[in-house]
């Protein structure tokens, strides 16, 4: 009854830890790169350190991975607060590549979405020291392949 209190519903629940999941990611993704200025880079160090806690114990895979399987309808609240987080990283994704002059953007933005999702979904169903581990090196092949100043393209 307590939870009552200060939720209406369990949907309302769902949203407030969704959206405090939210907040805590971009903190956690923001502090990877908040050294970097250059864009390129700063999409390489968010990927370290997607690498980095996909293999920790502490990662049991995407909050918001499991919310959309667990509530599929895309009109629940929590499956909508789901799909806004990704659309927002796919965006963050896409607004880094645009900066660093990195050769369609939108395509690159796509694909490192996929790869940021397989390295929670390797974590969830592997443990620790799982293929998750090998996220960064994958978006280094994605983005040195839209680098425009790469050689030997």
Aim: aromatic fraction near 8%; proline fraction near 6%.
């Amino acid at each position: 009854m307590t939870l009552y209190a200060h939720f209406p519903s369990k949907d309302d629940l769902i949203v407030a830890y969704l959206e405090r999941a939210n907040r805590q990611f971009w903190a956690w993704l923001d502090g990877a790169s908040a050294a970097v200025d250059d864009p390129k880079r700063k999409l390489l160090a968010m990927f370290d350190a997607v690498g980095k806690l996909a293999n920790s114990p502490q990662c049991l895979g995407c909050t918001f991975q499991g919310t959309a399987a667990e509530f599929p309808d895309p009109k629940h609240p929590g499956h909508r607060v789901a799909l806004a987080h990704k659309q927002a990283v796919r965006a963050r994704f896409r607004a880094l590549a645009e900066q660093a002059g990195l050769r369609e953007p939108e395509d690159l933005a796509d694909q490192l979405l996929l790869l940021m999702d397989g390295a929670w979904v390797a974590a969830r169903m592997f443990g620790p020291d799982n293929p998750g581990g090998q996220v960064a090196a994958a978006a280094r092949a994605l983005i040195q392949a839209r680098d425009g100043t790469t050689r030997g393209r």
